[in-house]
């Protein structure tokens, strides 16, 4: 994104934030943006703004151990700002995925995660706070792999069949308004 901050760029309309805070919100009881500059306009949206306490951008995990750590809640819900059409069922599958991993095994799974056919989707995630100290203890170390991070934890992949959901923009060419790779928004209600 040439040092622009991808959550404020322009997407169909309105900001990658926007999209993604529309399709959170009916999914949890609080949500939280995880930023580490311009925090300013990401509070301009409404909700609270946490900041890595890890230095230098340490990447997904450090927001993801920004919000365990700021949540009230047992469960963190994650999604990157770069996924404008996640699953507006992304919690209520990974909540359900979790329960039913965990109603026969010893030590209950801590973490979900989607995975569609062509690969997974870490940082679509579901998390227990009790896995705070532990993803501190990760970035200190200086471990940065999401995927490696979960694995250790034995989180529940959930499997989602369609990729479409999981569409990211990564390119100031993935902003411009048709790209054939994109799913069809044509019902998705457009905020006024």
Not at 42 to 56: H, K, L, Q, R, W
Not at 81 to 96: I, M, N, Q, W
Not at 162 to 179: G, I, S
Request: net charge negative.
């Amino acid at each position: 994104m040439g040092g622009r901050d991808k959550g404020l760029q322009r997407f169909a309309g309105r900001t990658l934030v926007e999209h993604v805070l529309e399709r959170m919100r009916p999914q949890v009881a609080t949500l939280l943006i995880s930023a580490n500059r311009h925090h300013d306009a990401y509070a301009a949206f409404g909700e609270p703004v946490v900041c890595d306490a890890t230095p230098d951008f340490a990447g997904p995990l450090a927001g993801m151990l920004a919000g365990l750590r700021a949540t009230r809640s047992d469960y963190l819900l994650t999604a990157p700002c770069d996924s404008p059409y996640l699953p507006e069922d992304l919690g209520e599958r990974l909540a359900a995925a979790l329960s039913a991993a965990g109603a026969d095994a010893a030590a209950p799974p801590l973490a979900a995660y989607a995975v569609t056919p062509q690969g997974p989707h870490p940082v679509f995630a579901l998390l227990h706070r009790t896995l705070a100290d532990d993803l501190a203890a990760t970035l200190a170390a200086g471990e940065h792999r999401v995927r490696a991070w979960l694995a250790r934890h034995k989180a529940v992949q959930v499997h989602f069949g369609d990729e479409r959901p999981f569409y990211n923009v990564n390119t100031l060419d993935d902003l411009q308004p048709d790209t054939s790779d994109r799913p069809d928004t044509s019902d998705t209600p457009r905020a006024p």
